[in-house]
């Protein structure tokens, strides 16, 4: 099965902290995501990478950046977090255009 | 802009009976994917089931089944002989066929089975 791995399940970082997320699968998939997923509002797209080096924004794509250096590593980067960056967060990778996503198992971000 | 409607944001069900998860969508193309994720309290999002638009016949996975209804632009779950691993959230999702990379996901539906 192929596994899509978040680093951290937990997070608490304080505001106007630069803050990482480390999403990593091991499957050689070509496309990976990133998502918000907030009460009420279901999941947004953040960014998107279809390539190494290749990155694409999403729909809420303002006070975040990413980062794909290599194949298997997608990092979302929060430059100066934000309270109202408190939430969940869900990176899913995806072979290719004709196939679904594998999610990880998110990453509870609390900006204090 | 493509938009997915979960109008229900909570469900309940007994176990062993069977419940159904509206979801509708909005969309201009004719040919693309819909899709209901479960997230259970692990919060992992699973694919329950998919169904590609230009197929009239409903898709189907064990308990699982879908009303995909393309005129009306509704795709509707039901969920067949409940049991209480089923309880999660439950997302429809949208895609494009060809040139889409991004899903729309619904708001989200929470489904209690009660023993």
């Known amino acids: 099965d192929v596994k899509v791995t978040q680093s951290s399940r937990y997070l608490v970082k304080r505001t106007g902290e630069k803050v990482f997320l480390e999403c990593v699968q091991d499957m050689d998939h070509e496309n990976m995501f990133w998502y918000r997923q907030d009460p009420g509002l279901g999941l947004r797209l953040i960014y998107f990478?279809?390539?190494?080096?290749?990155?694409e924004k999403g729909d809420i794509p303002e006070g975040y950046s990413v980062s794909r250096e290599k194949k298997e590593r997608f990092s979302l980067i929060l430059e100066s977090a934000s309270t109202n960056q408190t939430s969940m967060y869900l990176c899913a990778s995806r072979l290719g255009v004709s196939y679904g996503y594998t999610f990880g198992s998110g990453t509870r971000l609390t900006v204090v | 802009a493509q938009t997915v409607t979960q109008s229900q944001p909570e469900m309940s069900v007994q176990e062993a009976e069977t419940v159904t998860l509206s979801c509708t969508y909005d969309t201009s193309e004719s040919d693309y994917y819909l899709f209901w994720y479960k997230q259970p309290p692990s919060r992992q999002m699973i694919l329950v089931i998919r169904?590609?638009?230009?197929?009239?016949q409903n898709a189907t996975e064990n308990r699982f089944s879908v009303n995909f209804q393309k005129a009306a632009k509704s795709f509707s779950l039901k969920i067949s002989d409940s049991q209480l691993g089923d309880a999660a959230m439950y997302f429809c999702a949208y895609r494009r066929r060809n040139t889409g990379n991004q899903f729309y996901f619904g708001t989200g539906t929470s489904l209690t089975v009660i023993p």
């Open positions: 169904q590609e638009a230009y197929k009239q």
């Open positions: 990478s279809y390539d190494v080096k290749m990155k």
